[in-house]
């Protein structure tokens, strides 16, 4: 990062929503969020808009069946990994789209955002895709290093892809990389060797020439995170606050080399979200910030070089409590703006 990102708690969104309309669903967010419009994924209308399926078009020996995705090598198998290789070698991205069957929502976006300033988008991780990526002997490829190092580099060429579509609208973009299984950091359960981590994810992350961003909806080990050449920190505020504030000095540093933290302070299932207000939320994001004050970092900081989002994806929820969510994290922004005069 070359200069700090001072987003000002503006207001975006995780990516996932509950419509089965893509128009509905970008109308939406272009009226709540018409700063920082992200493109909606909509896992409701088909099992391709699943964040696992969505970004596999194209990957060599893929098999969807139902919501399971397994490779199954073709006699090309390993010609068509080398492929993968020597496309990354190139950057060249033009055969790692991701076409209107698998996301709806991106090919309507790109007709509703014109003229944002700046727009968002977001690709699913190496270490979830390669964990829910299985190989034939049932385990997620992750545990193959071949599979895992190529299933990155094809990431990363769709992340190149999706954010020169993205730049039709705008040059202004922030793609951030999603990692929801990174909460397994640790689990004996889910082992994931944490050494591959900031190498696999650094290889999605090169592919990304605007602001880079990370996002995972659990506890996890932020000090690695932290330590990639990430732009924005993207976290489930609003539940596990205090994970993050442990890594205090970590974060301090991340703050000063530039970064911004996207604070998912809305909740993102409905029975929470039923009993929240805007004063209620600010209330809350404000006692999750003062943890880093205490600890020597300035809370204009943490304003100045913040964005406001929900938890997570709002998938789960209905359309109506998609749109309530997306309304506070509108109306919390603009309350912080004005109450902070950013």
């Known amino acids: 990062m070359s200069a700090k990102l001072e987003f000002g708690c503006l207001p975006t969104a995780i990516g996932s929503m509950p419509h089965t309309n893509s128009g509905e669903a970008c109308s939406i967010i272009m009226k709540c969020l018409p700063d920082i419009p992200a493109w909606p994924q909509l ?23 139902g ?26 991205a033009r055969e790692y789209g991701i076409s209107t069957e698998y996301a709806a929502g991106l090919h309507a976006f790109l007709s509703e955002a014109t003229g944002s300033k700046i727009v968002k988008g977001q690709v699913t ?3 979830t895709w390669g964990l829910r990526v299985t190989s034939q002997d049932g385990l997620g490829i992750l545990y ?11 990431l990363r060429l769709k992340a190149s892809w999706q954010e020169n579509i993205l730049r039709q609208i705008s040059p202004n973009t922030i793609i951030f990389v999603d990692e ?13 060797p944490e050494e591959k981590v900031p190498a696999l994810l650094e290889e999605v992350i090169k592919g990304i020439k605007g602001v880079k961003g990370l996002h995972c909806c659990g506890n996890t080990n932020w000090s690695v995170l932290l330590d990639t050449k990430i732009d924005i920190l993207s976290f489930d505020a609003y539940n596990y606050a205090s994970s993050l504030s442990v890594h205090s000095d970590k974060v301090k540093s991340f703050l000063e080399r530039g970064g911004s933290i996207a604070w998912g302070i809305v909740p993102n299932e409905e029975e929470a979200l039923a009993k929240e207000s805007l004063s209620s939320l600010r209330d809350r994001l404000e006692e999750a910030m003062a943890p880093f004050t205490r600890d020597g970092v300035k809370f204009r900081q943490l304003i100045a070089q913040g964005l406001i989002t929900p938890s997570c994806g709002l998938e789960s929820l209905s359309p109506e409590a998609a749109s309530q969510a997306l309304e506070l994290t509108a109306k919390l922004s603009h309350d912080l703006r004005s109450r902070y005069a950013v």
């Open 43 to 65: 896992p409701q209308s088909s099992p391709k808009e699943n964040m696992i399926i969505q970004f596999s078009e194209g990957f060599p020996g893929v098999v969807i069946d």
């Open 67 to 92: 919501d399971k995705i397994y490779i199954e090598p073709s006699a090309n198998f390993e010609s068509e990994l080398e492929q993968i290789h020597i496309d990354c070698e190139q950057n060249d």
């Open 125 to 127: 991780g190496p270490i």
């Open 144 to 154: 193959d290093d071949t599979l895992a190092e190529t299933a990155a580099k094809f």
């Open 180 to 192: 929801p299984y990174l909460v397994s950091l640790g689990s004996v359960f889910t082992p994931i």
